[in-house]
């Protein structure tokens, strides 16, 4: 996992927000409820809308554009949609919060370190 620093402690809000951020590359969702932090995809699954321009209630996060409405925690659509958001790992450290990626060569590296058969 590559952990990623997207906001120092003197920059986190103490209220709620919903944010668009910009991570290696990806447009992310950045989310805050009470004293939790979620990151998702910034483009809704159903239409592509901007997630970071929808709002927040109960954990869910709500698309502006269909009123389709996703789990923060999960990224599981609700009952009917049939569709999920990319969820990141989120992190708080001393110094800042942390967003982390999965390695994109990690698979790569493994078929050439032990070849097809796992040997």
Same mark, same amino acid.
């Given at each position: 996992?590559?952990?990623?620093? =997207?906001?120092?402690?003197?920059?986190? $809000?103490? $209220?709620?927000? =919903?944010?668009? =951020?910009?991570?290696?590359?990806?447009?992310?969702?950045?989310?805050?409820?009470?004293?939790?932090?979620?990151?998702?995809?910034?483009?809704?699954?159903?239409?592509?809308?901007?997630?970071?321009?929808?709002?927040?209630?109960?954990?869910?996060?709500?698309?502006?554009?269909?009123?389709?409405?996703?789990?923060?925690?999960?990224?599981?659509?609700?009952?009917?949609?049939?569709?999920?958001? #990319? =969820?990141?790992?989120?992190?708080? $450290?001393?110094?800042?919060?942390?967003?982390?990626?999965?390695?994109?060569?990690?698979?790569?590296?493994?078929?050439?370190?032990?070849?097809?058969?796992? #040997?």
């Amino acid at each position: 996992m590559n952990w990623i620093k =997207i906001m120092s402690n003197d920059v986190l $809000e103490a $209220e709620n927000f =919903i944010r668009l =951020i910009r991570v290696d590359g990806k447009k992310i969702c950045l989310v805050k409820v009470g004293d939790e932090f979620f990151a998702t995809q910034n483009r809704c699954p159903h239409a592509g809308a901007d997630l970071s321009l929808g709002i927040c209630k109960d954990k869910k996060l709500i698309c502006s554009f269909h009123r389709y409405e996703y789990d923060l925690k999960t990224g599981r659509g609700a009952a009917g949609q049939g569709d999920y958001l #990319n =969820i990141y790992p989120i992190k708080k $450290e001393e110094d800042g919060l942390y967003v982390g990626f999965k390695d994109k060569w990690a698979f790569i590296r493994k078929f050439f370190q032990y070849g097809i058969t796992g #040997n």
